[in-house]
């Protein structure tokens, strides 16, 4: 009879699963044990941030849920950010933790925790298995749960002796998923609204980066000629440069894109949330234009009418909505809110960096790999400063792809690139990345030399916490405390990693970006980004922390 740790692991294989991220630890050896020899790539990491990190990219490129295991307490602590950012940006994650044995199981024993306590406000399920034969069934809720109505993380603890004992229980197949179909009265009144409206406007969300989400949401948007904004940090759902692209939903979007915006006589909101910076502190859409109408579409009820009252709720998938509501009767002409819309957007998106004298202003840098990237790179961006004009000036389409944490959470920058790089084998895979970030989860970097992964990394280095410095003058002007740091030579620490290493220094040096970034093999950028270009330089001017 096979032990529970090889039921678990047949178990997942049977529902898809092919790679696990871990830190290995004495109280799951028995998982690993029933690794080894079968088809599962076991990615072996340095710490436990970083593989939760790798697990939540892996699971924004296959749409599987994205699995990490660790040991328990101080492994399954160090794996709470993972966690708490599988919540923030609904995204399956199952994270498998070991446990001390049943018999000694709230007894105070060495490295114990209650996880249902500690997981419970994060996690959508927290279950510990203590009976084997109810492994495998576990296993299958738990993927459920991670992967249905607003996807995010499920947490098993795992005691060491139940994944060693024998259990009669058979691999449990994976459950079919039963989409729900929107009514037919509501699929007509929406037909009716969406003719009828002179300034509809879409905002699209992540329940569209399932596969086929992002082809259905160009076809919608075209076919009902309905501008659009993708919510925060989903700028990879529509191609950047068409014409019925208006923007994102970032960090305090410029009063003059939400006057705009505002002018919306229907908000047609597809697998978004209406969460705090979506909807600018919860001040749009309804608090300002009341009339405006609110059709909200997302597969998990739940998320629907928690802020703001929708005058149309559909509980369904956003791709079953769309293929419900078909093509117009006749084709429709918005050229007018169409091009002010657009025009908001490209003067948004323009390069605005000025004349410094302590580096290069971040978003050249950015403009120019913008202009230069290849149709199916992958981008991941961690957490700081230097990630603002990367979602403001690069023009994404797919099917490149942005993989940034919804959550702010600093060090998933460089496994997010480990991860998508192990993924997508053939496909550039970019990395921008601060100082501060880079220090956190760097060393997830062995992976790439171990693996052969070609990533281009651009480290941002200024000496500072760049985003906290700059509200910290803000609200603090002259008491500036904690925000600045010394670095250590990043040339040596890329090149110990087997990168090639390239500073650049000032800004006539971003003329041999292209290059660099066109040449085989993994590729480290220095690169001595200016301050003066973010920081504020006089009373109430506000600085480029948008999307910080």
């Known amino acids: 009879m096979p032990t529970a740790g090889e039921l678990l692991v047949a178990s997942l294989a049977a529902h898809g699963i092919d790679r696990v991220f871990c830190v290995p630890g004495e109280s799951y050896l028995g998982l690993l044990d029933a690794l080894h020899g079968r088809d599962i790539d076991t990615v072996v990491c340095r710490h436990e941030a970083g593989a939760g990190f790798m697990a939540l990219a892996d699971a924004r490129l296959t749409g599987r849920p994205g699995v990490v295991a660790v040991s328990r307490g101080p492994g399954a602590s160090n794996a709470a950010i993972a966690v708490h950012t599988a919540q923030q940006d609904a995204v399956p994650l199952l994270l498998l933790v070991g446990q001390v044995a049943v018999r000694d199981l709230r007894r105070d024993a060495f490295q114990e925790i209650d996880y249902a306590r500690m997981f419970g406000g994060q996690a959508k399920w927290v279950a510990e298995v203590t009976d084997p034969d109810r492994m495998a069934e576990t296993v299958l809720r738990a993927l459920q749960v991670a992967t249905t109505g607003l996807p995010g993380p499920v947490v098993i603890a795992l005691p060491e002796d139940v994944l060693t004992a024998s259990t009669a229980s058979d691999t449990v197949r994976p459950q079919a998923h039963i989409a729900a179909v929107p009514p037919a009265a509501d699929v007509s009144r929406l037909r009716d609204w969406l003719a009828g409206a002179e300034r509809p406007l879409l905002l699209a969300g992540s329940a569209l980066e399932r596969p086929g989400g992002r082809e259905a949401l160009r076809a919608f948007a075209e076919a009902w000629e309905l501008p659009l ?292 093999g993994p590729q480290f950028v220095i690169v001595r980004t200016s301050l003066q270009a973010v920081l504020p330089r006089g009373p109430g001017e506000r600085s480029d922390t948008r999307d910080a």
């Open 229 to 520: 904004v993708v919510s925060f940090r989903r700028q990879d759902l529509f191609p950047n440069a068409h014409r019925l692209y208006a923007g994102d939903m970032g960090l305090a979007n410029p009063d003059a894109q939400m006057a705009l915006l505002r002018e919306a006589d229907l908000l047609v909101v597809l697998g978004a949330r209406l969460s705090d910076v979506t909807t600018q502190g919860y001040a749009w859409p309804r608090l300002v234009r009341p009339e405006m109408r609110l059709v909200h579409v997302h597969p998990d009820p739940a998320v629907i009418g928690t802020h703001f009252s929708a005058d149309l709720a559909l509980a369904c998938d956003p791709q079953a909505l769309v293929a419900a509501v078909g093509k117009p009767d006749e084709p429709f002409a918005r050229g007018a809110w169409v091009e002010r819309l657009k025009a908001q957007q490209r003067a948004i998106a323009a390069l605005r960096a000025g004349a410094v004298d302590d580096g290069i202003p971040f978003e050249s840098l950015v403009d120019v790999v913008g202009r230069s990237l290849a149709a199916d790179a992958i981008v991941t961006v961690d957490a700081g400063t230097f990630g603002a004009p990367v979602y403001r000036v690069v023009p994404f389409a797919p099917p490149q792809r942005l993989l940034a944490p919804i959550a702010g959470a600093m060090g998933f920058g460089v496994p997010a690139a480990v991860a998508a790089a192990l993924r997508e084998p053939g496909r550039p895979v970019i990395c921008f990345v601060g100082d501060g970030g880079f220090l956190m989860t760097g060393n997830d970097l062995s992976l790439a030399k171990e693996r052969n992964l070609p990533i281009k990394l651009i480290l941002s280095e200024n000496g500072t916490y760049a985003s906290i410095r700059i509200q910290q003058e803000r609200d603090y002007p002259g008491r500036r405390v904690g925000v600045d740091f010394t670095n250590p030579d990043f040339a040596l620490i890329g090149a110990a990693f087997g990168f090639a290493v390239t500073r650049l220094d000032e800004p006539a040096d971003l003329a041999q970006l292209p290059e660099i970034l066109a040449r085989p």
